[in-house]
């Protein structure tokens, strides 16, 4: 996913970047949502490839994932930071701030740039109106990969996926194994 462009078309306009960090949940995972099965939330996880699974945190923040198996498999990637590039100043009244590294640097400061909330949870990502993956015209190069981020359970996987050097990943530039 790195390389692919994320964009949120609103009634304020159209606003998104390219994807820049993402982290992986997969099949049998403990740190997944989908790894006690369906529920009301996660029930995006397990739908089409390519659709949205939008979940709160701390009971405040929104944080996008695309689904990424084939329906009933719940896995997803989480959108962990983009590089803005359209919409720029309408992501910064969301957010309240200037600086562009910390418009979408994150998976929360992304989904309030956007203006991403449950309402988009389950939206076909490849030709929905609202919320629309494209994917890069050119291969991403110089991905890094480490542990993810600020969870306990399978902690020691390599499932960060970012693009090295890029000034907008959120997280480490680079953890240990």
């Known amino acids: 996913m790195i390389g692919w462009r994320l964009i949120r078309n609103g009634s304020l306009g ?3 970047g390219r994807i ?5 949940y997969v099949l049998n995972d ?7 099965g369906i529920s009301a939330r996660n029930a995006a996880m397990f739908g089409e490839p390519f659709h949205a699974y939008v979940y709160r945190i701390y009971g405040r923040h929104w944080c996008v994932n695309v689904t990424s198996e ?26 309240g701030r200037e600086d562009l590294r910390l418009l979408c640097s994150g998976p929360a400061r992304l989904c309030q740039a956007l ?7 389950g939206a076909n990502l490849l030709d929905g109106p609202d919320l629309r993956l494209l994917p890069p015209e050119w291969p991403a190069s110089k991905i890094g990969v480490s542990r993810r981020i600020g969870i306990s359970a399978a902690a020691h996987r390599r499932l960060r996926f970012y ?4 000034e907008y990943v959120s997280g480490p530039k680079k ?3």
């Open 30 to 36: 403990p740190a997944s949502h989908a790894f006690r």
């Open 20 to 24: 820049v960090e993402t982290e992986a």
């Open 14 to 16: 159209s606003a998104g």
């Open 175 to 177: 953890l240990s194994p």
């Open 163 to 166: 693009e090295r050097g890029n």
């Open 115 to 121: 203006d991403i909330d449950r309402g988009l949870d």
């Open 70 to 95: 084939t329906h009933g498999h719940g896995a997803a990637v989480l959108i962990r930071a983009l590089e803005p590039e359209a919409g720029i100043e309408l992501m910064r009244a969301r957010r």
